[in-house]
């Protein structure tokens, strides 16, 4: 910002200097303004076509000084102008590489294809937590938006290969696919699973019938933003208190109370103990709303008898802190 500053300041007395180099030949020499704005500029630019008409005495005195004060000046905005350039083209080399540093040294992230409405938003909540991620977008105008909200970005077409190479794609955890149209994510889905056959792919859907093309093509899981609100609105007006409560818990009018999934790991201590005996409740503070099998099976409200086992994954809400604490129990 100060270089561009300093850039126009130069301009603006680069045009100020020619002014009073013109405005002096009319009045010591009597000239017409363009024959003195002539004269002028070859003084200033010392290019050496000579002068327009004879000039006196005192025009001769006046040109001294305009070549005394002007040409030194005319070459130090050249200057300006030459720094700003390389400046700025330095500036944009260096940011580039020190971004992919950091995206080089990142393991088990996260890429989101596309930054328009839902990849902003959903960067933000993932940044929270914090998740690692690699924004992916081809929108030059979303650069900006990305540099201000201090995300890793790769600029180029997210069905690319290379750009999801660059992206750390064989070190990533998961890709989400939010790109404009349903049929760009399909073949981003597509061109992700041939690369990287374990990653965990999530994609938009716009319409319902893309969600099978998009599981065909080879996504985890498809989720259409549509048919959440849908839902969300319904339940607001069927059960508006229950959804109110979930607003006041887990949105961000409560930031200390969070829902969370924690894996059990075999080494905890907490292994083949009952909940009743587990201390969870009683020590933490925690509500635990179900418990996760290894199977993908779901036990929803499990009894003080139920048995904490390897590899379950506890649902748990409470204070972040006492989910920490609990995570180091059953994770250590």
């Known amino acids: 910002m100060d270089n561009i500053k300093n850039l126009i300041l130069s301009f603006l007395l680069t045009l100020f200097i020619i002014f009073i180099g013109t405005t002096g030949y009319v009045l010591i020499e009597h000239w017409n303004i363009l024959d003195a704005l002539d004269m002028t500029v070859i003084t200033l630019t010392t290019v050496g076509y000579g002068e327009v008409h004879d000039v006196s005495k005192m025009g001769r005195i006046f040109t001294i000084f305009l070549v005394f004060f002007g040409f030194g000046f005319i070459i130090y905005v050249a200057g300006a102008v030459v720094q700003f350039m390389v400046e700025g083209r330095i500036r944009a080399i260096l940011g580039r590489k020190i971004l992919d540093r950091k995206i080089n040294r990142l393991k088990n992230h996260y890429i989101v294809c596309g930054y328009g409405r839902i990849g902003r938003v959903l960067c933000k909540r993932l940044i929270i937590e ?18 201000e909200d201090n995300v890793l970005y790769v600029f180029g077409d997210a069905a690319d290969e290379t750009n999801l190479l660059k992206a750390g794609i064989k070190r990533a955890k998961g890709l989400v696919a939010v790109l404009a149209t349903d049929a760009d994510n399909v073949f ?3 061109t992700a699973r041939q690369i990287s056959p374990d990653l965990n792919i999530i994609a938009r859907a716009g319409r319902e019938e893309s969600k099978s093309k998009l599981l065909a093509a080879g996504a985890n899981t498809v989720e259409s933003p549509y048919d959440k609100g849908a839902i969300s609105m319904a339940q607001r007006i069927i059960r508006p208190t229950v959804t109110s409560f979930l607003d006041f818990a887990f949105a961000h009018k409560r930031k200390d109370i969070q829902m969370e999934e924690i894996p059990v790991s075999a080494s905890s201590n907490l292994v083949n ?60």
């Open 130 to 147: 914090p998740i690692d991620l690699v924004v992916v977008e081809s929108n030059e105008d979303l650069v900006p938006v990305m540099e």
């Open 188 to 190: 981003l889905v597509l």
């Open 273 to 332: 103990i009952m909940l009743k005996d587990s201390g969870i409740r009683q020590n933490y503070n925690l509500i635990l709303i179900a418990i996760k099998k290894p199977d993908g099976s779901m036990l929803f409200n499990p009894s003080f008898e139920t048995t904490i086992q390897p590899d379950d994954t506890v649902i748990a809400v409470g204070e972040n802190e006492n989910l920490n604490k609990l995570e180091k129990i059953l994770n250590p």
